[in-house]
């Protein structure tokens, strides 16, 4: 499905097929010299087919277009190697490339899941389902490092980078100050809550989400251009909803902790998750795993704010009340 949000300006929607997420919104802006494709798929069949039929309806010529990632997740970034030609330039956040230098970081996920009490025996299936794992790019694209500030220019549009470390530590939103639009990638979606996630106890990423959120919400909007699902106008309401959001599911975790000692894998299967299962043993594997790392983010972050403590004592990181 193809809409044209603005002049040469147009959202293809790529299926994402047994996600919760169900589309991704990728999109092309037509220059003269140059196009501009802002994220991509997964790097699947289905997605790629959406993509292609995209590229001849709205007759992009791929060898005079170039790339923009919101951030490294496998749905925004998967299909780009295969999309890019010689003469395309991938423009992409500096911090989450290093990602892709670390290939994947995978086994240091993986350990950090096991020490958080994710069963061990259960470790190799949530890899193996995990879309990230599973429709990321084949080999490490060449990207053109981005920072906060930057600017990029294609047809009548100047956009401009805004780093909003939190979903990822590296995602970038786009801004066009004169037509008043947001891309928000994955920071902020309306028809359902962005995922936060951790996976080392270095980074805070809900503390640094939610800065992300105060960080635009001064931003002069008219229309605001998310990764999946619809677009949007009101977005200091959104961001209101948002942090109103992680503050009852940070009161959650707390309820769900208790007075018992807990790891972070017990406390995810107490809470409440907007998924269609009778129970969390019946949960697919992969949604175990980010309830997971959503779980340690919501941690993480109250002990920042001194509310629960973490115990370090033995194998299995536990957490207490504070
Ligand atoms: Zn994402």
């Known amino acids: 499905m193809i809409d044209e949000v603005m002049k040469d300006f147009y959202r293809i929607a790529v299926p994402l097929p047994n996600s919760p997420l169900k589309e991704l919104n990728s999109y092309f802006i037509k220059g003269e010299d140059r196009n501009l494709i802002i994220d991509t798929g997964f790097n699947r069949a289905v997605c790629f087919e959406a993509m292609q039929e995209g590229i001849e309806k709205l007759e992009i010529d791929l060898m005079k277009t170039d790339f923009f990632i919101t951030h490294m997740h496998a749905d925004h970034s998967g299909l780009v190697t295969r999309l890019a030609t010689e003469s395309s330039t991938i423009h992409f956040s500096r911090i989450d ?10 086994n240091t996920m993986l350990e950090f899941a096991g020490i958080n009490g994710f069963p061990e025996n259960e470790l190799m299936r949530a890899l193996n389902n995990h879309p990230g794992f599973k429709y990321s790019p084949q080999t490490v694209p060449d990207f053109s490092l981005i920072d906060d500030g930057d600017i990029i220019t294609v047809g009548d549009y100047r ?4 780093a909003t470390p939190g979903h990822t530590p590296g995602h970038i939103c786009l801004y066009e100050a004169d037509k008043k639009a947001f891309l928000s990638g994955d920071h902020i979606l309306y028809d359902i809550t962005p995922h936060i996630e951790s996976w080392a106890y270095q980074i805070n990423s809900l503390q640094d989400y939610i800065d992300s959120l105060e960080k635009v919400y001064t931003l002069d909007v008219d229309i605001v251009l998310p990764g999946h699902r619809n677009f949007f106008t009101d977005l200091k309401g959104r961001i209101d909803e948002l942090k109103e959001h992680h503050e009852s599911r940070a009161n959650e975790t707390l309820e769900v902790l208790g007075h018992d000692r807990k790891n ?33 983010a919501h941690l993480r972050y109250l002990e920042s704010e001194g509310r629960v403590k973490r115990n370090t004592d033995s194998e299995i990181v536990t957490f207490t009340a504070a």
């Open 159 to 162: 956009l401009q980078c805004i």
């Open 264 to 296: 972070a894998y017990e406390i995810a299967a107490g809470m409440t998750w907007d998924i269609d299962c009778e129970s969390w043993d019946v949960f697919p594997i992969a949604q175990k795993w980010f309830a997971t790392g959503e779980a340690i």
């Open 97 to 106: 490339s290093q990602v892709f230098k670390r290939d994947g970081g995978w």
